[in-house]
C-alpha cells in the first residue's frame, strides 16, 4: 500500500517525494527515516477541513512528541496548525524553527520550574495545567516577572 507521493521506480526501488530510498540509504546509511512532505502537509489540511467545516473556531494542534524537527515545526506552521509540546526540549525545537510561541501549548507531565520559565518568558499559548501545585507554581512564576 503505497501513501502520498511513494512509488516503485522502474528498478523496483521505493520513491519517496521522488527520492530514490536505496539511493538515500547509500548516502546516509540506515536507519534513515524519510518523510513525505506532500503527504505530511495534505494531511494537515485534511484534519483542517474535517473539523473546520462542522466547527468553524477549532484549532488544531500537532503533537510534537510524535516527532519533532525544524523542518516539521515549519511545516505545520506554514499550514496554519497549532503545536502541542511536552518539555523544553521540543519547545526549544519550535523556537529555533522560528514557530510562534503564540501558537505552541505546553503540556506534560510534571513540568519543571525552568520549563514554566521557558514558557512565560517566550509568550506560550498556554500551559496546560495538571495540577493545583502546577498553578500555583505558573502564578508565582508569573508574578516574580512583574
Known amino acids: 500500500m503505497l ?3 511513494q512509488q516503485v521506480s522502474a528498478a523496483g526501488h521505493l520513491v519517496i517525494g ?8 547509500r548516502k546516509f546509511g540506515t536507519p534513515l527515516y524519510v518523510m513525505d512532505e506532500a503527504c505530511i502537509r495534505e494531511n494537515c489540511r485534511a484534519y ?5 467545516s462542522r466547527h468553524p473556531q477549532t484549532e488544531i494542534f500537532y503533537a510534537g512528541k510524535a516527532f519533532l524537527t525544524m523542518a516539521l515545526c515549519r511545516i505545520v506552521d506554514q499550514e496554519g496548525l497549532g503545536l502541542d509540546v ?3 526540549g521540543e519547545f526549544y525545537t519550535a523556537l529555533q524553527a522560528g514557530f510562534p ?13 525552568s520549563e514554566m520559565n521557558l514558557a512565560l518568558d517566550h509568550g506560550v499559548g498556554r500551559i496546560v495545567v495538571d ?3 502546577e498553578l500555583e507554581l505558573i502564578d508565582s512564576l ?3 516577572k512583574g
Not at 521522488?18 to 540509504?25: P, R
Not at 483542517?48 to 473546520?52: L, T
Not at 510561541?101 to 520550574?113: C, D, E, I, Q, T
Open 142 to 144: 508569573a508574578q516574580a
Open 101 to 113: 510561541a503564540g501558537r505552541v501549548y505546553l503540556h506534560g507531565n510534571f513540568k519543571s520550574p
Open 48 to 52: 483542517r477541513r474535517a473539523f473546520e
Open 131 to 133: 495540577s493545583v501545585e
Open 18 to 25: 521522488g527520492c530514490d530510498t536505496v539511493e538515500l540509504a
Open 86 to 88: 511536552a518539555s523544553a
Open 3 to 5: 501513501l502520498g507521493t
